[in-house]
């Protein structure tokens, strides 16, 4: 079996995600120019909470740093 290399991954994902975008937007013509943004659902439960609630909810990195911080005190 021969390997793909990234490239060809990369160049394969992007025709699925484009064929994708043309199935579900049959409407617009150049529905492919937004293949890699295919969302249909922008709830607070799908969406980035962070966006959403814009507090409380530190990425743990934040935490982390947070941490050090009181630790070093």
């Avoid at 484009?18 to 199935?23: E, G, Q, V």
């Amino acid at each position: 079996m021969i390997e793909e290399t990234k490239r060809q991954r990369r160049r394969r994902d992007a025709e699925r995600m484009k064929a994708k975008a043309r199935r579900i937007r049959p409407d617009q013509p150049t529905a492919f120019w937004r293949a890699d943004y295919l969302a249909v659902c922008s709830c607070a439960m799908c969406g980035n909470p962070r966006h959403v609630w814009k507090e409380g909810t530190d990425t743990l990195q934040e935490r982390r740093a947070c941490l050090r911080e009181s630790d070093e005190s």
